[in-house]
């Protein structure tokens, strides 16, 4: 179940930080400690939303994210390596673009760590695409427009209703073109 992260859950984010974020980050910057304080700084603000099997059970991913003016920023995404493979992390990465959608965003940024291919294969899989390198943090800036969940209904629609009609084509023909 996807739930908003509580106090008691705290533990075991800054735990999923330790052993599935920081040691990337270690591979290009060695010196890199794990900062308690800093990382509680960054989830004080935005929104944290945990994966637990049930309502009291410890989390086994989690995303954190925040947003500015129209833009959905991820700032951490981690699950669990003796869970992966189960949908969590796309549970977490939708559950927080639902959040985007209700503030209106139109687009979502990430960094990637550069040695870290396998988040890369999964955010390429959410639609996510290569903005630039960045050479200084040896990351990824990764992007995606967001589409209103009312006009991906409406054209769910017209498929359903025109399947066989010219008007479809016209419709994926304008979406493709975008």
Request: proline share 3%; with cysteine.
């Amino acid at each position: 179940m996807i739930r908003r992260s509580r106090k008691n859950d705290q533990k075991h984010i800054h735990a999923l930080i330790r052993t599935e974020l920081i040691p990337f980050s270690q591979k290009t910057f060695p010196d890199v400690k794990y900062n308690k304080r800093e990382i509680n700084k960054r989830l004080e603000r935005g929104y944290t939303y945990v994966y637990a099997r049930t309502p009291n059970a410890p989390p086994q991913g989690f995303i954190h994210s925040v947003i500015l003016d129209n833009t959905h920023i991820v700032d951490m995404l981690a699950v669990n390596k003796n869970a992966r493979k189960r949908g969590i992390g796309s549970k977490l990465m939708n559950r927080s673009l639902s959040l985007a959608l209700k503030n209106k965003c139109s687009k979502s940024h990430l960094y990637v760590d550069a040695v870290n291919y396998k988040a890369q294969q999964f955010y390429y899989k959410q639609g996510y695409q290569i903005e630039k390198y960045e050479p200084l943090v040896n990351c990824y800036l990764l992007s995606k427009k967001l589409v209103k969940a009312k006009l991906c209904e409406q054209l769910n629609r017209i498929f359903i209703c025109s399947k066989k009609s010219n008007l479809f084509l016209r419709c994926e023909h304008i979406l493709k073109s975008d």
